[in-house]
């Protein structure tokens, strides 16, 4: 049976585009009320037009930059300023930075470093904390298939995402005795502008193994009302992860490297 989520509260970070558009989409219909966070304020703005036309719900928008030091303490202060209590974190804001890792300028990669596991952590642990004490609340965490081996060209990034899988896969436990609910999600490349915002053209390789995003927001979410620890949508994804586990780890992170840099 599923979850009934009507009238609960459900915080996405990254609500512009991508992703969280989507998570946006299926928990508005399932009668969620929306507190949505990221930059771009016009961009949530109109997706909240278009959602409060089609369901019976509460948006409240907070425009941030979650890469600032402070910004998840922030984010925490002013939901509960606003009496919104938490019951759904999507913890899915983040970034791709492509290229070699000494030819980007650091603080581009210490700002994605930020976002991508500081903010999460630093928001995580603050709802968590509420949730707890409450003895319920769903938490999902967006990793990726970049997690699962080194990944030439997005070094940092993937272990930003390394860190994460396991981060979640640890608390997802931690957390079960409480009756608080962490799932992580590892998609694989899918359709949004991550590659676009990363600084990378799309290859032959991305073409064949692209996943629409709805798809893949539609999978992290069941399994976070089903409890799982982890998930990784999408049977190529699944075949490529299992068969990696039987090469070398120098080997995994050259044939990656190789497919991500492909023309
Ligand atoms: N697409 C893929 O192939 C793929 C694969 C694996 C994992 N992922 C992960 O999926 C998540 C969502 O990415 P996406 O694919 O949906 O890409 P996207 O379309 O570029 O969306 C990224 C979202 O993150 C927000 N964001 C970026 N920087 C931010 C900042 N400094 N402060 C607040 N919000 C910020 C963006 O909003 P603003 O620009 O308005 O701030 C946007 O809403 C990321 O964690 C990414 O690592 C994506």
């Known amino acids: ?8 509260w459900a915080l996405v970070t990254g609500a512009s585009s991508g992703f969280g558009v989507d998570y946006c989409h299926l928990l508005a ?11 771009r304020a016009e961009a949530m703005e109109k997706l909240a037009e278009t959602l409060r036309a089609r369901f019976n719900i509460r948006i409240e928008i907070i425009a941030i930059d979650l890469a600032q ?3 998840a303490a922030e984010l925490f202060q ?4 606003a009496g919104i209590c938490v019951d759904i974190l999507i913890n899915n804001a983040g970034v791709g930075l492509f290229g070699e890792f000494t030819e980007q300028p650091l603080t581009k990669t210490l700002s994605m470093l930020q976002l991508n596991t500081s903010c999460v952590t630093e928001l995580t642990y603050l709802y968590a904390q509420q949730m707890r004490q409450r003895r319920s609340g769903h938490i999902l965490l967006v990793a990726s298939i970049a997690a699962f081996q080194p990944l030439p060209g997005y070094a940092a990034y993937s272990g930003s995402k390394a860190y994460i899988l396991l981060f979640g896969e640890a608390l997802h436990e ?8 962490l799932t992580v999600l590892a998609p694989g490349i899918s359709a949004t502008a991550f590659f676009e915002v990363a600084g990378q ?6 073409r064949l193994v692209e996943m629409p995003s709805r798809t893949v927001a539609a999978a992290g979410l069941d399994a976070l009302f089903a409890g799982k620890a982890s998930v990784l949508p999408g049977l190529l994804n699944q ?18 490297g190789r497919a991500m840099r492909s023309k």
């Open 1 to 8: 049976m599923k979850q009934d989520l009507q009238g609960r």
């Open 29 to 39: 219909a399932r009668g969620c009320h929306l507190l949505m966070a990221a930059r």
């Open 69 to 71: 030091s402070g910004a």
């Open 78 to 81: 002013r939901s509960e300023a």
């Open 174 to 181: 931690e957390l079960k005795p409480d009756g608080v609910h």
């Open 201 to 206: 053209q799309a290859s032959w390789y991305h």
């Open 239 to 256: 075949l490529t992860v299992f068969v990696c586990r039987f090469l070398p780890r120098q080997w995994q992170g050259r044939i990656a």
